[in-house]
């Protein structure tokens, strides 16, 4: 059987995982203005590709139109969730018994303190052990919104996908549509 990591081993390990998770949180969040540039496109093809500047609006282009907006937009707002984040993360609050994460879980740690001199000595009074256990907590927490974030992403990217597709199918009937 394997011996636990000490608190110093610990907390290195848990501050490797955190710089990891706040690079996988980067690259989520260009992603993201990514796909809000790409949506914007997609939205603006739509006018166009459905003759939405003119009176003639074919009711099937029309409809495929906007079906083309509304899955854009819930896209977008998929992708805006990302950037700005949550109203509610289940299973992000401190666990009952467990000490405020001192400098890791900053609406925690503000709570906790009403002053900097009083951050400043809890913070000097933590012990490695402390540390090593908020880190580990942040870490969770660090997982727990990136797997919601990379959810959101996903389904996020699947509605571009579709906006996408009904763009090309627009396009195509216009253009049949003219040829005719």
């Known amino acids: 059987m394997s011996e636990e990591l000490r608190a110093e081993e610990r907390l290195q390990l848990a501050q490797w995982h955190l710089t990891r998770a706040d690079g996988l949180r980067l690259g989520l969040v260009n992603r993201a203005g990514t796909l809000l540039s790409a949506d914007a496109l997609v939205i603006t093809g739509v006018v166009f590709a459905s003759g939405a500047t003119s009176s003639d609006v074919s009711p099937v282009i029309g409809a495929a139109a906007l079906l083309a907006l509304v899955v854009s937009a819930g896209s977008a707002a998929l992708a805006a969730s990302v950037l700005t984040g949550f109203r509610r993360l289940p ?25 900097p001199e009083e951050f400043r000595s809890g913070f000097s009074a933590q012990s490695v052990e402390a540390a090593a256990d908020s880190a580990v907590l942040e870490l969770w927490r660090c997982i727990s919104v990136h797997q919601l974030r990379a959810r959101r992403m996903q389904r996020a990217t699947q509605c571009l ?8 199918v627009m396009a195509a009937a216009r253009l049949v549509t003219a040829l005719a």
């Open 91 to 115: 299973g992000m609050s401190r666990p009952a018994g467990f000490p405020v994460p001192i400098a890791f879980g900053y609406g925690d740690t503000v709570g906790a303190f009403g002053s």
């Open 161 to 168: 996908l579709a906006g996408a597709a009904l763009l090309v």
